[in-house]
Every structure is written in structure tokens, then in C-alpha cells.
């Protein structure tokens, strides 16, 4: 195990080196690259949002770390451990975009059965069903039929059925679709209590203004090529403006330089860059005016 000066484990939640997708098309001479040589790191502890618009390669990169599917090339890694191998995902807890539930059974019996097949039992398993439906507030609905159950409490039932095993990394594909504006915030709270107990979070979502609340890196998929990637602060900083907080300045102050501002009595308490949306950028980015070239998405093969 690597280990850094300060003592943290250096061992990437994710390992992404060079991966790439083909999909050929039947009865076609053609191919579709999906993912096209995507190297990227998921340090334990963060949240990293993997966003991108339809087709962007996002939801194949997730699958292929999560071994449901192989690589045409490249290599991923979970904690060290390569994705194609079973035991890589015993940390791992999944919440795909559209779970599919039994609707008979009640939101107690969803995660005594999830556990069963997670190999837990007896009063443990008991006692961590409990501590999971009073986790994602449905400790009142634990004896309700899943028929039963709004959009939002469907994906929150989904979020703790991915807790069931204590992971260490959660994959949520767009764990809001389809939820309201409450029932999303009621999301958001969670993810960010998953981050205080250091589970690492990979997180697809469309809803950017959710995403720049909660993430802490982010990557823009754009035809399978990752043409943005790093810190969210720095991402979404104006990098030829800077904005000046002032104190204790009266109007004509702010109209003056800095050393105006200091014989004037009052002082800067904050020199920053300003930041425009995620929205703003991730648009700005996959309508190609940050990138020098568009990838071909769809290829022939020679």
C-alpha cells in the first residue's frame, strides 16, 4: 500500500488509465468509439462528478469500472484491484439511473433481502436495516409496500440498499432523475453525509447546479473524450478577472484601486477569482469553443 508523507493512502478510489470503447455496428463497416483513451483518477474521500450530455461515453466508463462490461483497451482499478475481477467490488455500492425493485415488498424487507445476497444475517442484518432506513429518513415507511412509494423515496431506498454492505465507494448514476425539487435537496443532504463518513462518491448527473454544490472534482465527457477535467473551483474560475471584497467601504471606495481603499480606513477581505455556473462552462465546453477539435464520434474502419 502506497502511503503519503502525511500518512494518507495514496491508492486512487479509481483508477482510469487509458481506456477505450469500440462498439462495432452489425451488418455496418462502421464503428462507434464510445470512450476514447479517458485516463482519470478518484481520490478517496471525494466526490467526483463524470458528467457529459447523452452519448458523451459517461455511463460506458462507469460500466466498464464497474465490470459489467469489458474494455476494447485500457485498464481500470478500484482501490487498487483490477474491475474485471470479482472481488474489486466488495467496496463498491451501485445505484443505477433506473433500479428496478420488488414492488410487493416493503422498504424493510428490500434491504433484508439485499443484505441476504450481501452475505449478512441475524440481528446484524437486522440492526443495519434500521440504521439505513432512519439514514435516508424512511424509518416511518419501513413496513410500506414499495408500490407504495413516491420517486424520491424509490431512489433513497436505492441509495441505502448501495450502503448495505458499508462501502467504501459509491457509483450513483443520476440519482435525482425523475425526483422533485425537495425530494433532490433531501439527496444532496445524503451524498454530502456519505462524504463525511469518507465514502468516496463517482456521480453522474445532468442537474449541474446539484453538482457544483457537492463535488469536489469533476470531469466533462464530450464524444467520449474527456476535454475537461480538475478541481470545480478552478474550473469555474474567470481567469482574466479577479473581484475585490471590501469592508467597511463607503460607495466612493469601491470606484478607487486598492490603495485607495486602504487610506480610505477600510480593508480587502478577500482577493478571488471570480466564478461563472458549472452550467455556464460545461455549456461552453461541449459546444466545442474550448476545444481545438471536435472527436469523430462515429468511424470507419480502414
Known amino acids: 500500500m502506497n502511503i503519503d508523507p502525511q500518512g494518507l493512502n495514496t491508492i486512487p478510489a479509481i483508477s482510469i488509465r487509458n481506456l477505450t470503447k469500440v462498439y462495432p455496428i452489425p451488418f455496418r463497416r462502421e464503428r462507434v468509439v464510445a470512450v476514447k483513451d479517458l485516463s482519470l483518477d478518484v481520490l478517496p474521500g471525494q466526490v467526483y462528478g463524470l458528467l457529459g450530455p447523452n452519448g458523451s461515453g459517461k455511463s460506458t466508463a462507469m460500466k466498464i469500472v464497474l465490470g459489467l462490461i469489458s474494455p476494447t483497451s485500457g485498464q481500470t482499478q478500484i482501490f487498487g484491484?483490477?474491475?474485471?475481477?470479482?472481488?474489486?467490488?466488495?467496496?463498491?455500492?451501485?445505484?443505477?439511473?433506473?433500479?428496478?425493485?420488488?414492488?410487493?415488498?416493503?422498504?424493510?424487507?428490500?434491504l433484508h433481502f439485499f443484505g441476504k445476497v450481501c452475505g449478512l444475517g441475524g440481528a446484524k442484518l437486522r440492526t443495519k436495516c434500521a440504521e439505513l432506513l432512519?439514514?435516508?429518513?424512511?424509518?416511518?415507511?419501513?413496513?410500506?409496500?414499495?408500490?407504495?412509494?413516491?420517486?424520491?423515496?424509490?431512489?433513497?431506498?436505492?441509495?441505502?440498499?448501495?450502503?448495505?454492505?458499508?462501502?467504501?465507494?459509491?457509483?450513483?448514476?443520476?440519482?435525482?432523475?425523475?425526483?422533485?425539487?425537495?425530494?433532490?435537496?433531501?439527496?444532496?443532504?445524503?451524498?454530502?453525509?456519505?462524504?463525511?463518513?469518507?465514502?468516496?462518491?463517482?456521480?453522474?448527473?445532468?442537474?449541474?447546479?446539484?453538482?457544483?454544490?457537492?463535488?469536489?472534482?469533476?470531469?466533462i465527457l464530450y464524444h467520449g473524450v474527456l476535454v475537461r477535467e480538475g478541481?470545480?473551483?478552478?474550473?469555474?474560475s474567470i481567469e482574466?478577472?479577479?473581484?475585490?471584497?471590501?469592508?467597511n467601504s463607503s460607495p466612493a471606495v469601491l470606484e478607487q484601486v486598492r490603495a485607495l481603499v486602504e487610506k480610505s480606513g477600510g480593508r480587502v477581505v478577500e482577493t478571488r477569482k471570480p466564478q461563472t455556473t458549472l452550467e455556464s462552462f460545461f455549456l461552453d465546453v461541449t459546444s466545442g469553443r474550448r476545444t481545438a477539435e471536435e472527436p469523430p464520434h462515429v468511424r470507419r474502419k480502414e
Open 240 to 247: 482574466n478577472q479577479t473581484e475585490l471584497i471590501l469592508e
Open 81 to 110: 484491484r483490477d474491475s474485471s475481477e470479482v472481488e474489486s467490488r466488495e467496496d463498491v455500492g451501485f445505484l443505477p439511473e433506473n433500479p428496478y425493485f420488488y414492488k410487493y415488498l416493503t422498504g424493510a424487507e428490500t
Open 231 to 236: 478541481k470545480l473551483e478552478d474550473l469555474v
Open 134 to 219: 432512519k439514514l435516508v429518513g424512511l424509518e416511518n415507511a419501513a413496513s410500506r409496500r414499495l408500490g407504495g412509494y413516491s420517486k424520491g423515496m424509490l431512489q433513497r431506498i436505492g441509495l441505502a440498499q448501495a450502503l448495505v454492505q458499508d462501502p467504501r465507494l459509491l457509483v450513483l448514476d443520476e440519482p435525482t432523475a425523475g425526483v422533485d425539487p425537495a425530494g433532490s435537496r433531501e439527496i444532496r443532504d445524503l451524498i454530502l453525509d456519505f462524504k463525511a463518513r469518507g465514502i468516496t462518491v463517482l456521480l453522474c448527473s445532468h442537474l449541474l447546479g446539484q453538482v457544483q454544490e457537492i463535488c469536489d472534482r469533476i470531469g
